[in-house]
Structure formats: structure tokens, C-alpha cells
DNA sequence: CGCGAGTTTGAGAGAAGTCAAAGTGTGTGG
DNA sequence: CCACACACTTTGACTTCTCTCAAACTCGCG
């Protein structure tokens, strides 16, 4: 669409922004300075960069689609036209209910794919919404479904994500089923950070994209009861908050929190 | 395996045993009176009987399983080597935990597949495990693929299941992040009393085939509490409780009770 | 500088969990 | 065929965790 160059600033920045903090722990290769992800670890790359046919390469993606902070992305209830793979900024995914907000089933980072929900009816059952301007990788779905019925890899790939979704949602369940509210807090954190780990920046030290009420409709409790978990996290020494940015000082703790025991 | 004629008896029978209620609205053109679910109404049906090509019908099934009660049909942490379609009988998919028992995921009824999150890694990251006597068709993953590789129908009905399977999940996420004891219980008994529908049985009278347990396992509840809200709602006419068999007395009430206002 | 969205903190209420005991039904073995 | 044992369920009393309601606080922005 427009010229990417200037997503640099703002919301689209990494984990911890640009600014006061360059310097902790990111690692070079997979995040760019400029807080859009690499395509290598980008979990739609197998489907932009088919390796055997670099001629389909360039069309796959139809085009580049910047969102502006609240603006949703694809509704539930409408047909599904794209899949998408999120570039830069973050987005909520949220299951509608009928008194309004909802609860939300996941939070996008750079590199996670959208709207694969799509393909049990062809029909969206969940929203998407940016929470701070972004920008995605839109590709239609009938490309998708052309290139997955040739070329084996890609459909096998699409299973993957679909299964590997399916997966973290089952263990999403669990812990709402089985964890204390700071246990849940406490692994929301941990995963969060093994997430950016995985994507080259640093697990230790990121920002925090959602509000706490937010947070609080991911893991089934209010939002005080999220603030005051955390601020008894960061009374006890295990993590370090100011603004929305927050820094693991003690990993351990927080996942020997999660233990059956305690 | 075996001659699948003896699997009429005992735990394999549908939702009301064929004993004490043969009457009760079980309409006929998918459901046997032995409790074998018809193919018609089966997940895979597309996988087993592709109509074009009909050389493959009699292949793609490996092999008929036989299971008794409490016997695990896959393991978290083991290669997929299958997946599979419920013929008769339940069974439970059990996210494991470290203290052992886990969060219960879904029942399995009769003509639900099974196996699906495999697809992620090659690897099971949930174990099922039949709650009484129960026989599953088997489908070799490597079959499964290849065919879904050749046929493109077979690719999209992979994905289908797969989302829609995400998508159930999703909701089963915001149950437990949203709504009362007493309003999970209720969702519970509709959604089961729907996917009976669905097999052609009678929606209104089905059997529990769980232990309070398992049904409090699945919805992050103590078996004290689902047994009290199975009182309470027996105590107000909605429901009837006569051992493991339930009957839906007003519906509109218990679809009522999942409205926010209440 | 002051407004407003978001956050933090506190006090009290309510929902579900825990512990405990009694009740029910099933299946086994005498 | 009956009696007993065991597993599951039901019910009760009490505890605890999280929610609700309320007020003070912070920070970014106009």
C-alpha cells in the first residue's frame, strides 16, 4: 500500500522501544530496528517463500495492510477473505460473547498468523483488532487454498499452524481451568517471553502492548485482580514494572510459582 | 479386528441405553439401535468414503479398534501414527499437567475425530482415553496426508476439522473465563443435548457417560460443585436425574441462565 | 495546567473450593 | 442369592480466593 519506511516509529516498535533502552539483549538476525519482524521467522514464511518455485514468491502476498490502533483487522461473522501474518505492532483476537467485550483467545507479536479460524466455515468466528497501529501480510485465502492443494508442504504447513493453534488453546484452557490468578499472570508473563525469545529479542525486559483489562479478559479475572498480582510480583522481587514495561529479575520463581505445590 | 456384531451391548449403546426406553425419540437414518454411529454423520466421512474415486473406500481405513474402558487409544509425547474417527462409544481428550490428572479438553462422542493435534509437531500433545468400551476407525496419518496431498477436497476437509475444532476450543476458553458454575454446567448439558441432535438422537434424554469428576475437570470445577448445581437445577425443574441419565426438562431456562443479565 | 484514560489500592461481599460425613448403587465373592 | 466393599454422589459447614464497588493516584495529552 503505502511506502513501509516510516512504520519505524511508535507502537510499531520491538519489545522494548527504541528509545531509552537500545542497548538490552537483541539479537540481530531475526529483529530489525525498525520493529517490523524478519520474514525468517515469520510463522506464514513457508507460504510467501515457497523454496521450490521462486517464481510464485512475489504474488503470494497480495498486499501489505497497515492498521491504525483499534482498528479491526477482520470481523467474526463475516466471510473470511485473507489469512494474514502480522509484520509489525500487535493484535488482540477475541471470541464475541453476547454482552459486548468478550473474551480474548490470543495476543498477536510480529510473526504470528491471523484468521486461520476461517477455514471451518469460511466464515470468521473470532475478531481481530490492533492495539496499536501495525501492519500485516494479507494473503487472499483462495491463494492459499490453490497453493496448499499443489504443493503439499503448504498444505501441510497450514495444518501445522491450525494444529500448533489448537494446541496452545487447549493449554490456554487448562491453565484458566486449573491456575490461580497468579499463576496465570505468572505464566502469561513467562510465555509472553519465551515468545520473544523465539522471535530474537530479549525474554527478559519487553513491553507490555495490552491494558490490564485486557490481560485480565485473556486470563478470566479483572483487572485489579491483574494489578494486584503484579504489583505483588514486583514487591517480591520477581519482576520489575514501570509504564507497560516489564522486566523478568527472577524466571525461576515465577515458574516454580506454577508448580502444583504452591 | 473382530466381529464388530458383539459391540451392541453394554456401554457401547447411544445416549439412552436400548434397555428401559427404546421409544424416545431416537430418529432413524443415523443412528443404529446397536450404538454404532452411522458413517453419514462421521467427521471423516470425506476421508473414508471420497465419492470420486471409489477404489480407495475400502483402503484408507487401516483397521477397526476396539477399546475397553479406561484404555488410552494415544499418549501426550508420542508419535502420531494415526488419526481416528469415534464409532462408538466415548472417550475423553486430556491435556496432561504435572500433578497427573490434567484438564479434560472435550468428550468424544460417536462420529467425532480424534488425533487432530498431531498435526502440529508429529507428536501428541493430548492423550484420549476411552470412558467405557469403545471402537475407533484408524486412518495412518501417512495416508491421511498423502491423500490429502493428491486430493484437494481431502486437504480442506483436514483444515476444516482442524478449525472448527479451534474454534470449539476458543469457546470453550471463554466459558471458563466468563461464566458461573451453574452457567457452565448448563452450556455443558446444551451443547451435548445439540450434538446429539446432530447424530440423530434425541436431544432431550441422553446419558452422562462421565463421573462428576470428569464433567468438573472439563469445566474447571470440583465435582462437589457440578453436583450441586445438578441438584439445584433438578430442584428447579429444568433437568430430571436418574443415575447416569439426564433429561432436559426446560431448555429455554437453561439457555436463559447463560444471558448476562442473570 | 487540568482533564481523562488507565492503574493502583482498600474494604466488603459472594462464589466456589476444601474438608468431612452420609447416602446410593454396582459388582464381586461367598 | 445375598452381603459386603468400593466407587461415586450428595449434602453440609466452613474457608478462601476473586470479584465488586469505591476512591486515590499517575501519566500523557490537549
Same mark, same amino acid.
Given at each position: 500500500?503505502?511506502?513501509?519506511?516510516?512504520?519505524?516509529?511508535?507502537?510499531?516498535?520491538?519489545?522494548?522501544?527504541?528509545?531509552?533502552?537500545?542497548?538490552?539483549?537483541?539479537?540481530?538476525?531475526?529483529?530489525?530496528?525498525?520493529?517490523?519482524?524478519?520474514? #525468517? @521467522?515469520?510463522?506464514?514464511?513457508?507460504?510467501?517463500?515457497?523454496?521450490?518455485?521462486?517464481?510464485?514468491?512475489?504474488?503470494?502476498?497480495?498486499?501489505?495492510?497497515?492498521?491504525?490502533?483499534?482498528?479491526?483487522?477482520?470481523?467474526?461473522?463475516?466471510?473470511?477473505?485473507?489469512?494474514?501474518?502480522?509484520?509489525?505492532?500487535?493484535?488482540?483476537?477475541?471470541?464475541?460473547?453476547?454482552?459486548?467485550?468478550?473474551?480474548?483467545?490470543?495476543?498477536?507479536?510480529?510473526?504470528?498468523?491471523?484468521?486461520?479460524?476461517?477455514?471451518?466455515?469460511?466464515?470468521?468466528?473470532?475478531?481481530? @483488532?490492533?492495539?496499536?497501529?501495525?501492519?500485516?501480510?494479507?494473503?487472499?485465502?483462495?491463494?492459499?487454498?490453490?497453493?496448499?492443494?499443489?504443493?503439499?508442504?503448504?498444505?501441510?504447513?497450514?495444518?501445522?499452524?491450525?494444529?500448533?493453534?489448537?494446541?496452545?488453546?487447549?493449554?490456554?484452557?487448562?491453565?484458566?481451568?486449573?491456575?490461580?490468578?497468579?499463576?496465570? @499472570?505468572?505464566?502469561?508473563?513467562?510465555?509472553?517471553?519465551?515468545?520473544?525469545?523465539?522471535?530474537?529479542?530479549?525474554?527478559?525486559?519487553?513491553?507490555?502492548?495490552?491494558?490490564?483489562?485486557?490481560?485480565?479478559?485473556?486470563?478470566?479475572? #479483572?483487572?485489579?485482580? @491483574?494489578?494486584?498480582?503484579?504489583?505483588?510480583?514486583?514487591?517480591?522481587?520477581?519482576?520489575?514494572?514501570?509504564?507497560?514495561?516489564?522486566?523478568?529479575?527472577?524466571?525461576?520463581?515465577?515458574?516454580?510459582?506454577?508448580?502444583?505445590?504452591?
Amino acid at each position: 500500500m503505502t511506502d513501509p519506511a516510516d512504520l519505524a516509529s511508535a507502537d510499531l516498535a520491538g519489545p522494548a522501544g527504541p528509545a531509552d533502552a537500545p542497548a538490552h539483549a537483541r539479537s540481530a538476525q531475526a529483529a530489525s530496528p525498525s520493529g517490523q519482524i524478519a520474514c #525468517t @521467522v515469520c510463522a506464514m514464511n513457508p507460504l510467501c517463500h515457497p523454496r521450490s518455485s521462486p517464481a510464485d514468491a512475489s504474488s503470494l502476498v497480495e498486499c501489505r495492510r497497515r492498521l491504525r490502533a483499534g482498528e479491526t483487522l477482520y470481523r467474526a461473522g463475516t466471510p473470511r477473505a485473507s489469512i494474514y501474518a502480522v509484520r509489525a505492532g500487535f493484535l488482540t483476537v477475541r471470541a464475541p460473547a453476547a454482552d459486548g467485550t468478550g473474551h480474548i483467545v490470543r495476543f498477536l507479536l510480529p510473526g504470528d498468523a491471523a484468521g486461520l479460524d476461517g477455514f471451518a466455515s469460511g466464515i470468521h468466528q473470532s475478531e481481530a @483488532v490492533a492495539l496499536g497501529d501495525s501492519e500485516v501480510c494479507e494473503i487472499p485465502a483462495y491463494r492459499a487454498e490453490i497453493l496448499a492443494d499443489f504443493r503439499a508442504a503448504i498444505g501441510a504447513h497450514l495444518r501445522g499452524l491450525l494444529a500448533r493453534e489448537l494446541g496452545e488453546s487447549h493449554q490456554h484452557a487448562a491453565a484458566l481451568a486449573r491456575l490461580t490468578a497468579a499463576q496465570r @499472570v505468572a505464566q502469561f508473563l513467562l510465555h509472553l517471553s519465551q515468545r520473544w525469545l523465539e522471535r530474537g529479542y530479549s525474554g527478559c525486559a519487553f513491553r507490555l502492548p495490552m491494558t490490564r483489562r485486557e490481560m485480565g479478559d485473556h486470563l478470566g479475572l #479483572t483487572m485489579e485482580t @491483574v494489578s494486584r498480582v503484579m504489583s505483588d510480583f514486583q514487591a517480591r522481587g520477581w519482576i520489575a514494572l514501570a509504564r507497560d514495561e516489564v522486566k523478568i529479575r527472577a524466571e525461576g520463581m515465577l515458574r516454580a510459582s506454577l508448580q502444583p505445590s504452591k
